[in-house]
């Protein structure tokens, strides 16, 4: 029994009830749940859109970077795996998951898919864990048992048991998550809309929808030829442009007027790029470039609010599946450790105020300690009753008309 079933009053021989909804939510689900959503256009927006392919990768990288801290068991944990040896667990989540992928190429593959799917699968064989690309992956839905089982591509089926199924946030469903490019898909959308009218306009020579006029009335037979006789000799997209002359009165005019700068879209681009950084919790400044003063603060930000949340979400699941805490080691990160200077100030407080010796703060701040200080200090502003100065505080003062 875990520690909170005394709490809730239960006994061993207490049966532990299913929840009494889940067999209203696996049938609004269906029995069969996708584990995607739109996948194709998350994906061609990350093969196609600079920004988006930027900004994941960014994401992806920095999260494979920061590695787990192993602790002990966790008491009370109804865990998957049962008997499994903690250097076991540490050399599968740190350094090699399995015989064909080092840690950090196993890590890429669980965050793209975290991005773009809103879902991990990892397949755990009892020696070795596997990545299985969350887009051929199917959850069969169970009235009773929550899962019945995970499909890979139609034909490979594993049990609950064997799968670690790492969701994103979603607002409609217990099941699948919801990718993190979804809140800006719209604006991906319009982003890929302007850079297809530039590429269609400039294979068009950058040349707008033209108009031939004629002050006589044309049967359809002549309209035909004159226009084939066009086409043939001015074709911007083959790079035929033979002068042309006009007779007849035919005279020449575009369809509508093009300002050329206008067509640059810079400024909607820009606008369009803001907004994707944003819903995926980069703060521009970061890509866009600015001073220290800027970049720093942001950065700090952006591992606080966006990577670590990801990490924290892997460490949890994998401490959930093997019982053993997980939390993430942010030492070799450079935006967060504090500046040297809020590191010397945070520790010459401990130590005048006697909270810690000299000697442990210089081992705190990596250096090595010296003879004499390793005893606090006592604070000089504590008075009233030292007598000998070097136990602290200010000698106590004669008392009027007694002599020194």
Same mark, same amino acid.
């Given at each position: 029994?875990?520690?909170?079933?005394?709490?809730?009053?239960?006994?061993?021989?207490?049966?532990?009830?299913?929840?009494?909804?889940?067999?209203?939510?696996?049938?609004?689900?269906?029995?069969?749940?996708?584990?995607?959503?739109?996948?194709?256009?998350?994906?061609?927006?990350?093969?196609?859109?600079?920004?988006?392919?930027?900004?994941?990768?960014?994401?992806?990288?920095?999260?494979?970077?920061?590695?787990?801290?192993?602790?002990?068991?966790?008491?009370?944990?109804?865990?998957?795996?049962?008997?499994?040896?903690?250097?076991?667990?540490?050399?599968?989540?740190?350094?090699?998951?399995?015989?064909?992928?080092?840690?950090?190429?196993?890590?890429?593959?669980?965050?793209?898919?975290?991005?773009?799917?809103?879902?991990?699968?990892?397949?755990?064989?009892?020696?070795?864990?596997?990545?299985?690309?969350?887009?051929?992956?199917?959850?069969?839905?169970?009235?009773?048992?929550?899962?019945?089982?995970?499909?890979?591509?139609?034909?490979?089926?594993?049990?609950?048991?064997?799968?670690?199924?790492?969701?994103?946030?979603?607002?409609?469903?217990?099941?699948?998550?919801?990718?993190?490019?979804?809140?800006?898909?719209?604006?991906?959308?319009?982003?890929?809309?302007?850079?297809?009218?530039?590429?269609?306009?400039?294979?068009?020579?950058?040349?707008?929808?033209?108009?031939?006029?004629?002050?006589?009335?044309?049967?359809?037979?002549?309209?035909?030829?004159?226009?084939?006789?066009?086409?043939?000799?001015?074709?911007?997209?083959?790079? @035929?442009?033979? /002068?042309?002359? &006009? %007779? #007849? !009165?035919?005279?020449?005019?575009?369809?509508?007027?093009?300002?050329?700068?206008? =067509?640059?879209?810079?400024?909607?681009?820009?606008?369009?790029?803001?907004?994707?950084?944003?819903?995926? @919790?980069?703060? /521009?400044?970061? &890509? %866009? #470039? !600015?001073?220290?003063?800027?970049?720093?603060?942001?950065?700090?930000?952006?591992? =606080?609010?966006?990577?670590?949340?990801?990490?924290?979400?892997?460490?949890?699941?994998?401490?959930?599946?093997?019982?053993?805490?997980?939390?993430? %080691?942010?030492?070799?990160?450079?935006?967060?450790?504090?500046?040297?200077?809020?590191?010397?100030?945070?520790?010459?407080?401990?130590?005048?105020?006697?909270?810690?010796?000299?000697?442990?703060?210089?081992?705190?701040?990596?250096?090595?300690?010296?003879?004499?200080?390793?005893?606090?200090?006592?604070?000089?502003?504590?008075?009233?009753?030292?007598?000998?100065?070097?136990?602290?505080?200010?000698?106590?003062?004669?008392?009027?008309?007694?002599?020194?």
């Amino acid at each position: 029994m875990a520690w909170y079933d005394t709490l809730l009053g239960r006994t061993p021989d207490t049966e532990e009830k299913l929840n009494p909804a889940q067999y209203v939510i696996s049938r609004n689900e269906g029995l069969t749940v996708d584990s995607r959503e739109v996948v194709t256009n998350y994906r061609n927006a990350y093969e196609q859109l600079e920004i988006v392919n930027r900004a994941v990768n960014m994401i992806v990288d920095d999260v494979a970077d920061i590695p787990f801290s192993l602790g002990n068991q966790v008491p009370g944990t109804n865990n998957i795996v049962k008997n499994i040896r903690r250097s076991k667990v540490d050399l599968l989540i740190n350094r090699e998951p399995n015989p064909f992928q080092d840690i950090n190429s196993f890590k890429r593959n669980l965050i793209i898919d975290l991005m773009i799917d809103g879902n991990i699968f990892i397949y755990f064989d009892g020696a070795h864990l596997y990545h299985l690309p969350a887009n051929k992956v199917r959850i069969e839905t169970d009235e009773q048992t929550f899962v019945s089982k995970y499909t890979y591509e139609n034909s490979i089926d594993y049990s609950p048991n064997e799968i670690i199924h790492i969701k994103e946030n979603s607002f409609n469903s217990i099941y699948r998550g919801v990718p993190r490019l979804k809140p800006a898909f719209r604006t991906m959308q319009l982003l890929s809309s302007m850079r297809t009218f530039q590429d269609n306009f400039f294979k068009n020579g950058a040349v707008p929808g033209l108009v031939l006029s004629s002050p006589n009335t044309l049967s359809e037979k002549i309209k035909e030829r004159m226009l084939q006789a066009w086409v043939a000799r001015y074709n911007p997209q083959s790079g @035929g442009r033979r /002068p042309l002359f &006009l %007779d #007849g !009165g035919l005279e020449v005019k575009n369809l509508t007027e093009i300002n050329f700068k206008d =067509l640059d879209f810079q400024e909607g681009i820009k606008s369009n790029e803001k907004i994707i950084l944003e819903a995926m @919790g980069i703060p /521009p400044v970061l &890509l %866009d #470039g !600015g001073n220290n003063a800027n970049i720093r603060p942001n950065h700090r930000l952006y591992y =606080l609010e966006t990577i670590l949340p990801i990490v924290r979400k892997l460490g949890y699941a994998l401490e959930r599946y093997f019982g053993f805490t997980v939390s993430e %080691d942010v030492t070799g990160i450079p935006a967060l450790q504090p500046e040297l200077r809020d590191q010397a100030a945070y520790y010459a407080t401990l130590v005048n105020t006697g909270i810690m010796s000299p000697n442990e703060a210089r081992e705190a701040l990596g250096k090595d300690p010296v003879d004499g200080f390793d005893s606090p200090r006592v604070p000089a502003n504590i008075a009233g009753s030292a007598v000998n100065p070097e136990e602290g505080g200010r000698p106590q003062e004669a008392a009027p008309g007694e002599e020194e």
